[in-house]
Every structure is written in C-alpha cells, then in structure tokens.
Nanobody, 126 residues
Framework: QVQLVESGGGLVQAGGSLRLSCAAS????????MGWFSQAPGKEREFVAA????????YYADSVKGRFTISRDNGKNTVYLQMNSLKPEDTAVYYC???????????????????WGQGTQVNVSS
C-alpha cells in the first residue's frame, strides 16, 4: 500500500519560513518524480514545484520561484519543500504528489499524478 505522509505545516507570519516534508512508503521512491501542489479554499488544486527522480532537475510555478525550494533524499524516501518569504496568498493545503511520467521543463499535471498525500495546512498571517 502506497502512502505519502506530509508534515511541517502550520501557522506563520508573512515573511516567515516553513519546511514541509513528505515521507513515502510502499513504492519505489527513486523511480518517481515528486512534486507539491497547493489548494486554497474554493480553488482548484494547482502545481507548486517538482523534482525529477535523480534530483538533477526542478521546476517551479512562477508564483513561488525564488522563494520555495524542492529537494529530495532518495535514501530516506522523502521529499521536502522549503518555503521562504511566505505571503498570505500562500495559505492553502499543500499536497505531496508522485508522478511516474513527468517530463522535465513543464508543470506536473493533476490528472497524471499516480499517488497523493493527505495534505498539510499552511496558514500565513499578514
């Protein structure tokens, strides 16, 4: 049974930082590209960041470029999202995603995601 378990969400003031983690089990972690999506209340789930299997290539949504950094540790089956300079508009539930077929150079697509985590809430106060 595949499980993606996120942690690290919480409440932070604008300008602050959070580090999200996603621990994977039940799959060959190193075979999957990994990504993060966010979903604010009343909005669709949208792409945030992705990293390929070997950690050589990353891709970010324009809204987070220069502020967020995605990384992974294949030895620990874990993917991270370092979130700096947080803004109130970053408030959302953040979901970890595993994608076997992601092609670098473009966003991950919701219909192509093979596995999802349960999400972790991030609240940024002004």
């Amino acid at each position: 049974q595949v499980q993606l378990v996120e942690s690290g969400g919480g409440l932070v003031q604008a300008g602050g930082s959070l580090r999200l983690s996603c621990a994977a089990s039940g799959l060959t972690f190193s075979a999957y590209a990994m990504g993060w999506f966010s979903q604010a209340p009343g909005k669709e789930r949208e792409f945030v960041a992705a990293i390929n299997r070997g950690s050589f290539t990353t891709y970010y949504a324009d809204s987070v470029k220069g502020r967020f950094t995605i990384s992974r540790d294949n030895g620990k089956n874990t993917v991270y999202l370092q979130m700096n300079s947080l803004k109130p508009e970053d408030t959302a539930v953040y979901y970890c995603a595993a994608d076997l077929s992601w092609v670098t150079g473009r966003p991950m697509s919701v219909p192509n995601i093979d596995f999802w985590g349960q999400g972790t809430q991030v609240n940024v106060s002004s």
